[in-house]
């Protein structure tokens, strides 16, 4: 939550939101905005709301039952060569849009037009038995939930649903945005100078960056 952005400031504020856990049909903003008070903190115009995707995932109802997956052949080729569940492959199938190959434990795939492991499907932090997709339509539920917000608090507010990636051949995980709504997410330096006065031809930055 929270980042507040004045146009001549040079820093943000973040603020850990606790929710409780949260599951399918329940009323995600709801529950957001019950944390927000119960931490007693004010949503203002022009903070942005950054919200988990397995939350969103969760009140959409995008968990898949893996024992209710039929592996293809393809799948089961897959899942043998990465050490993975067939099961589990078939959801990445059915979810990405290119598989590009892969390493142990994890598939290189095209999803929404982002490169992810596991086109977004995750068993973390989904039920035992299931695993979690990335949410429906991130864009619009993003903007969804800016207007509903709006109605509640009228407050402007930007809307972030994030998760986090692996890099190849890199350890750790880097977060994503792949929601967004409420505000321009990237600065275009596309016209500007570098240091030197040469053109600068290929840097887009995210400039919700701490």
């Known amino acids: 939550m929270g980042s507040k952005l004045e146009e001549n400031e040079k820093h943000m504020q973040l603020f850990r939101v606790r929710t409780k856990l949260i599951k399918t049909e329940d009323d995600l903003l709801n529950i957001i905005l019950e944390a927000l008070n119960k931490q007693r903190l004010k949503i203002d115009d022009g903070d942005v709301l950054a919200i988990a995707s397995k939350a969103v995932v969760s009140v959409q109802n995008r968990l898949k039952k893996l024992s209710s997956v039929k592996p293809s052949e393809r799948a089961k080729k897959l899942a043998k060569r990465y050490d993975l569940a067939s099961s589990f492959v078939e959801i990445v199938l059915q979810e990405a849009e290119v598989v590009y190959g892969g390493v142990s434990k994890a598939l290189l795939t095209l999803k929404n037009g982002i490169l992810t492991a596991n086109a977004g499907v995750d068993q973390k932090n989904a039920p035992e038995g299931y695993a979690a997709l990335w949410p429906r339509n991130p864009h619009k539920t993003a903007e969804k939930i800016r207007k509903e917000l709006f109605e ?41 100078k570098d240091l030197y006065g040469k053109s600068i031809s290929i840097t887009r930055q995210a400039w919700l960056t701490t």
């Open 152 to 192: 509640r608090t009228s407050k402007h507010v930007g809307i972030l649903i994030i998760d986090s990636r692996v890099t190849p051949l890199r350890m750790g995980t880097t977060g994503i945005a792949i929601g967004v709504a409420g505000f321009e997410p990237v600065r275009d330096y596309r016209t500007e």
